[in-house]
């Protein structure tokens, strides 16, 4: 056993350096703890099935739908996610990123899953996973598309995303994770090179690969499905600009088409479906990388906090989905996700985000927001939303001993289900 004692984390600003192994495990096994809890017995849909989900790997969302699908019934996950081993440079340890522990304690509960270390972005990984399900005889009944990404390289072009508005530039007041204190954020628009690079990155390109090549090799049952995850949040200018009419929402956008393309595929070749979800903001390391998110997401968490609305993490996200895709539904004829369908055929699962009673507040505290100290109330957010942000490296897990000795290299090999591809 290799162990070691890390009391606090190494970070610079929002990046942190150092994950906790045990604070992973405990908390993946609380979060295995509270989906259990929801489903006290299988869904009879969900019995028996079997997902691929890319992007699997760290707290956010690809892993909270795979526990919650696994507690929902699902016989098998096969996950896709990028992460590092632990190591020892110069005589020096490197611990291994959250998602590796994360991932050991998926393992450990859940002995059938199997786990791809790779890039899902390459043609080795798409390959191995195919030819593996070709090997154990297996196919697939549920796509889950949950990759977060700043760079693609395909057909060895490499191209960046580029978190800018669309159009005239755009100011606004953001929070700084630092000082505590809100300052002017300048976003510059994208030009139409990084709107195209945006779009290689996070739009549908990697995602049709991924399904015509499971397609082609007949890898998936009949009444497929394929759920790609995306965000539009509120009807409110500035954020819209932001994220929704930037050059990341353009991206979206595109892998909206190439969900409703597969869509009509699915429908006809194994009267499957296609579709987007669109999930509500949450602190994950994906999320925070958006300008002034920051500040949306510490201000809703400060509003619920203060007694109104609802905030769904990303675990409860991933209940709602599981019952949404293998539920009854309300008119208990199964399906229950035909029932939350918007205009535009995604599935809504950011309700709680987008009510008005929730929204007022927000656009209020956006609107009389100036550079300098900040409100208690947006204090009190980005305090919570700092613990949340800490949890996703294993930190501020209530009941972790930070002083103990640590196991942070187990074995976490083929013979535990995991395939490591990243050399
Ligand atoms: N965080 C939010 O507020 C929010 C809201 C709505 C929708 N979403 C969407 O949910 C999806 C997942 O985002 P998240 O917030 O859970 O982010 P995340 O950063 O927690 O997860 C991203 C996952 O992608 C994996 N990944 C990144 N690059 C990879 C690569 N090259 N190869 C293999 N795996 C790779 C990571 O290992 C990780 O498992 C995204 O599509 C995001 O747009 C996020």
Redesign the pocket.
Known sequence: MSVLSLATPRARGLMILTAHPEGCRVLTQRQIERARAAFPAPLAAAEGKTALI??????????SIAISLKEAGFTKIIG????TPPAFRDQKVAIAPA?WYLTEALHRTYPEQRTYF????SDE?RDRVIDDLHAAGERIDLLV?????PR?THLEETWTSALKVVGEPLDVVGLDFKSGEHKEVHLEPASEIEIEHTRRV?GGDDLALWANALLYADRAHPGFKIA????IGPDFEPLRRIYWDGALGAA?KHIDATTRSLDARLQKRLGGSAFTC??????????VAIPA?LKY?ADYLAVVDSGIGAYDD?LAVGIGFAHALYGAGEKGQGEAWREMLDEEGRLRLDANELVPETQTPLRELWETAQPGAVAPLTARGLELFKKEFMQ?YGWEVDGVDYEAATDFAPPLGEKEGVVHLIE
């Open positions: 890319l992007g699997s790997t760290t707290f956010g969302y690809g892993s896709v996610g990028y992460e998602g790779g890039d899902a972005f990984t598309y949950s990759v977060a990404a693609r996070m790609s995850l995306s965000y979206k669109m999930n509500p903001a949450v602190v994950t390391g994906a999320s998110m997401i990303p996703l």
